[in-house]
């Protein structure tokens, strides 16, 4: 992968806010436009999956969760739904819809995470500075139910632990009309903001095609219009009973991804709403035995950044034989790969920043090399400004 | 579900003529062992009908058990596991690779996607992916000693044992 | 330098006033080793409008040349471990190191995985630990604050006297500090 000696390699990472897995990218530019994209990752590779060996089914509950700290509930409930469909166990009615209750409160606590990070990249700090402030009451609410804010446990293996009583029903109802209202608002900058829409309209647009062939998923993919949800596709939970709406936009760019964001938080909140007025009754969980059944099984959900695939395979014991986990930012990477091709520098945090891995810290540096001239560094930070200033 | 089992149909007439063996572990499931060498032309068949995507490639080492003391270890192998989703269908091309042939040509050509869950599988289970351009480190780190694959079942961790891990 | 050209009580001023300096608006930078994002968040969420910890003078900011304190977050990954390292020895001196989170204490859930170093104190010194999983925001504002009563008494915190029993260690750092600086 020898790059042209008269042309810029620019590393970016490994230490960067708006990934999920702090990721080193390599762009190679030619003046201004990108020309060609690499990627590295590992730097917090931690090897979960030859951990998950050594744990037993219910110690490895735990591991999985903290997989990741914004996607939690959705990692727990793959595990859990894959090990109980080997085990052949039914979960009562009311922990699904528990489950998914959670589920789409921690959609929407992802998605107004994303919107400000995202917002932040592309210098909008009051947009960030808002949606933070008022993702802490979806923050209050999930900690009202299960007492932390992040990794919320909700998951056993055969049900949920908490309970959702009249009372928190009462409070997650008053919580999310103020967030509806909230997000009619993000939704009036998004689509009436100039300077907004200057930074992301046409701006990475992934076609219809484009999509499918590089295999995105997610809100990446329904914003090019690839009606592709699991929700929908495969209703795991009680999702056949509360059906959701998939929300796509036609226009595949930048813009696109934050409207279809958006609109699927509205659609998380109407559903919790229906699930809490007709919340199933009964027990909260069923026993699982302590050897799963061998076999192997696939356990797919769509966590907030798209499709999230587990592969189970037991051989009986207490220990999982394996546990493969394929997580939906991986898919996206090979979108930003391609894409990132003929935009141009500055347009790269908010493209990353765009399929939404998740951030996690941050800085990083990003060194600058020409031919054989020292590297010279940069921070993120300087990259992020530098797109700022670009768009003055 | 209807729709479910008529993809899966398709699925199943696609790939009949590469299959050894064909089996539905669950209703939505369909499982199509093939031959190493039909691999593309499977993969191939199921991309030109455009029956669904690529959604994670799964490498499952399976290491041999060990006889009766005193005689060799028979080989292990490793099976790749391809598993393209369309719906609620989900097709498994099973592969199995004894320890000696660790090698795959790779599919990143006909779905770019792959190109990662190759590169991943490279990494943590030793399978040689033939032609799959990238080199170097995709996860590990960059000292990360060489020929040492940590989701084999015979890497048990460096200086400290895994926890848990005696008698696994 | 020039402050050697300075007579001892120029020198005591000028001590005090950038102690003064550090106290009152400590510059943090933060680093994520391998942490799952949770931990992150909550630091970041420290920076917004509810908690808004730059009210208190503390500022996040992005390079280690400008950092008083720093952050870690997460289990030390081997990839990790270098980057981690480098970012530390380019703090200026003094310097002061927080673990946020069970994983940056202990490697926490993560422990024994092969990927996995350990907590950040088998690599830096370590003044606070925060534990966690992750802390709530408050909690990694009230470790800030533990090391500036800390510095204003003009020492470290404590070295830890481990206890074994896991949480009961972190708060005797805590309780520890306070003996000192009253
Ligand atoms: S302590 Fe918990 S929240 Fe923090 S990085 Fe570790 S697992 Fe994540």
């Given at each position: 992968?020898?790059?042209?000696?008269?042309?810029?390699?620019?590393?970016?990472?490994?230490?960067?806010?708006?990934?999920?897995?702090?990721?080193?990218?390599?762009?190679?530019?030619?003046?201004?436009?990108?020309?060609?994209?690499?990627?590295?990752?590992?730097?917090?590779?931690?090897?979960?999956?030859?951990?998950?060996?050594?744990?037993?089914?219910?110690?490895?509950?735990?591991?999985?969760?903290?997989?990741?700290?914004?996607?939690?509930?959705?990692?727990?409930?793959a595990y859990t739904l894959g090990v109980e469909k080997l085990a052949g166990v039914k979960v009562p009615q009311r922990a699904n819809a528990i489950r998914q209750l959670m589920a789409e409160l921690e959609r929407i606590h992802s998605h107004m995470l994303w919107l400000g990070v995202a917002a932040h990249e592309g210098g909008f700090d009051t947009l960030f500075m808002y949606s933070w402030r008022d993702r802490e009451t979806v923050m209050d609410l999930l900690e009202k139910i299960s007492g932390n804010k992040v990794h919320?446990?909700?998951?056993?293996?055969?049900?949920?632990?908490?309970?959702?009583?009249?009372?928190?029903?009462?409070?997650?109802?008053?919580?999310?009309?103020?967030?509806?209202?909230?997000?009619?608002?993000?939704?009036?900058?998004?689509?009436?903001?100039?300077?907004?829409?200057?930074?992301?309209?046409d701006i990475g647009t992934m076609t219809t095609e484009k999509a499918e062939f590089l295999g995105a998923i997610g809100p990446t993919a329904r914003a090019s219009g690839v009606a592709r949800d699991i929700r929908v596709d495969a209703p795991y939970l009680i999702y056949d009973q509360f059906p959701v709406k998939v929300m796509t936009h036609t226009s595949g760019d930048l813009h696109g991804r934050f409207i279809v964001r958006i609109n699927e938080t509205f659609e998380s909140i109407r559903i919790i709403r229906e699930i809490l007025d007709h919340m199933p009754q009964g027990e909260l969980t069923t026993r699982v035995p302590r050897r799963i059944p061998a076999g192997e099984v696939v356990s797919r959900v769509?966590?907030?950044?798209?499709?999230?695939?587990?592969?189970?395979?037991?051989?009986?014991?207490?220990?999982?034989?394996?546990?493969?986990?394929?997580?939906?930012?991986?898919?996206?990477?090979?979108?930003?790969?391609?894409?990132?091709?003929?935009l141009k520098l500055a347009d790269m945090p908010m493209l990353l920043s765009g399929i939404d891995p998740c951030f996690s810290c941050n800085d990083r540096s990003i060194s600058l090399k020409r031919g054989q001239q020292g590297p010279q560094v940069w921070s993120w930070e300087k990259l992020r400004q530098y797109g700022i200033e670009y768009y003055r | 579900m209807a729709s479910t089992i008529g993809s899966l149909g398709a699925a199943e007439a696609v790939l009949k003529p590469f299959a050894k063996a064909i089996n539905r572990p669950q209703p939505e499931r369909l499982e199509v062992s093939i031959h190493p060498d039909d691999l593309l032309a499977a993969v191939r068949a199921l991309v030109d009908e455009s029956w669904g995507y690529l959604s994670a490639i799964v490498g499952l080492d399976r290491p041999g058990q060990p006889v009766t003391q005193g005689e060799s270890q028979?080989?292990?192998?490793?099976?790749?596991?391809?598993?393209?989703?369309?719906?609620?269908?989900?097709?498994?091309?099973?592969?199995?690779?004894?320890?000696?042939?660790?090698?795959?040509?790779?599919?990143?050509?006909?779905?770019?996607t792959a190109m990662l869950y190759e590169w991943e599988l490279r990494e943590m289970l030793g399978v040689e992916v033939i032609g799959l351009r990238v080199t170097g480190h995709l996860i590990l780190a960059d000292d990360w000693p060489v020929g040492v694959y940590p989701l084999r079942k015979s890497f048990t961790g460096f200086n400290q044992p895994v926890a848990g891990a005696e008698g696994a | 330098?020039?402050?050697?050209?300075?007579?001892?009580?120029?020198?005591?001023?000028?001590?005090k006033v950038t102690a003064w300096a550090r106290i009152n608006s400590p510059w943090a930078i933060h680093f994520n080793s391998g942490s799952c994002n949770g931990?992150?968040?909550?630091?970041?969420?420290?920076?917004?409008?509810?908690?808004?910890?730059?009210?208190?003078?503390?500022?996040?900011?992005?390079?280690?040349?400008?950092?008083?304190?720093?952050?870690?977050t997460g289990p030390v990954t081997m990839q990790a471990r270098d980057a981690l390292l480098r970012t530390y020895e380019q703090m200026p001196e003094p310097k002061f190191v927080i673990a946020v989170g069970s994983c940056g204490l202990s490697g926490g859930v993560f422990h024994g995985c092969y990927n996995i170093v350990g907590g950040i104190n088998e690599l830096l010194p370590v003044d606070v630990f925060v534990p966690g999983c992750p802390p709530r925001p408050e909690g990694i504002i009230y470790g800030v604050?533990?090391?500036?009563?800390?510095?204003?008494?003009?020492?470290?915190?404590?070295?830890?006297?481990?206890?074994?029993?896991?949480?009961?260690?972190?708060?005797?750092?805590?309780?520890?500090?306070?003996?000192?600086h009253g």
């Open positions: 992968m020898a790059a042209d000696t008269n042309k810029f390699v620019i590393p970016i990472g490994p230490q960067h806010p708006a990934l999920k897995e702090p990721a080193n990218f390599e762009f190679w530019v030619d003046g201004e436009i990108v020309t060609g994209a690499s990627v590295r990752l590992g730097y917090v590779h931690r090897g979960i999956e030859k951990g998950a060996e050594a744990r037993t089914w219910t110690q490895n509950l735990y591991l999985m969760e903290r997989i990741c700290g914004i996607c939690s509930h959705v990692h727990a409930t919320y446990s909700a998951n056993l293996l055969g049900g949920v632990k908490f309970d959702i009583t009249s009372e928190l029903a009462a409070e997650i109802h008053k919580g999310l009309d103020f967030l509806e209202e909230r997000n009619h608002f993000y939704m009036k900058v998004v689509t009436t903001d100039e300077t907004f829409i200057g930074r992301t309209q769509e966590a907030p950044r798209g499709e999230l695939l587990y592969f189970i395979a037991s051989n009986g014991s207490e220990k999982p034989e394996r546990v493969k986990v394929r997580t939906p930012s991986l898919c996206n990477w090979s979108t930003v790969l391609s894409l990132a091709i003929g | 028979a080989e292990g192998a490793i099976d790749v596991l391809y598993l393209f989703c369309s719906g609620a269908a989900v097709v498994t091309l099973r592969i199995t690779l004894p320890y000696s042939q660790a090698a795959i040509p790779t599919i990143s050509g006909i779905t770019p | 330098m020039v402050q050697q050209t300075l007579n001892s009580s120029w020198q005591n001023v000028l001590t931990c992150d968040i909550q630091i970041l969420a420290t920076l917004t409008p509810r908690y808004d910890v730059e009210r208190f003078g503390i500022k996040l900011q992005g390079s280690p040349r400008h950092a008083d304190v720093l952050l870690c604050a533990v090391l500036l009563e800390a510095l204003k008494a003009g020492k470290r915190p404590e070295p830890i006297q481990w206890s074994g029993s896991g949480l009961d260690g972190v708060l005797h750092s805590g309780s520890g500090l306070e003996d000192h």
